[in-house]
């Protein structure tokens, strides 16, 4: 997959873990069992963060140069950055684990 792609299932994957947390508190509140509700969120919540990190750091994306397997890295400036295993190619994103929230909202 390439890198835009796997950027792309990151985001769905933390959004995923987010709205099943919120439907799952919106039923549990309607049930009145709203302490139940809010720790199935909280950990939803977690999971998030959670998988978005494992998803970067153990499923790799293809290498633009070779298409061998680059895995998810980040900078010292914090931004993510793809290396190649195969041809050491270095793949720079610019994107930060801060762009996941403004790609959720970019509605603007």
């Known amino acids: 997959m390439s890198i835009k ?9 933390n ?8 439907v799952i508190l919106a039923i ?7 302490i139940i509700g809010f720790v199935i ?3 939803c919540f977690v999971m998030s963060g ?9 499923v790799p994306a293809a290498c633009p ?4 397997r680059s895995y998810g890295k980040k900078s010292s ?10 041809c050491g190619h270095i793949e720079k ?4 684990d801060s762009d996941l929230t403004s790609d959720l909202s970019a509605d603007d």
């Open 77 to 86: 400036e914090d931004k993510l950055y793809f290396e190649c295993i195969k």
């Open 93 to 96: 994103t610019g994107w930060s």
């Open 50 to 58: 959670f998988s978005g990190h494992m998803f970067t750091k153990k």
């Open 5 to 13: 792609m796997h950027h792309f299932l990151r985001v769905m994957l």
């Open 28 to 34: 549990m509140l309607f049930t009145d069992r709203a």
């Open 65 to 68: 140069q070779c298409r061998g």
């Open 41 to 43: 969120c909280l950990i």
């Open 15 to 22: 959004a995923i873990f987010l709205i099943s947390g919120m």
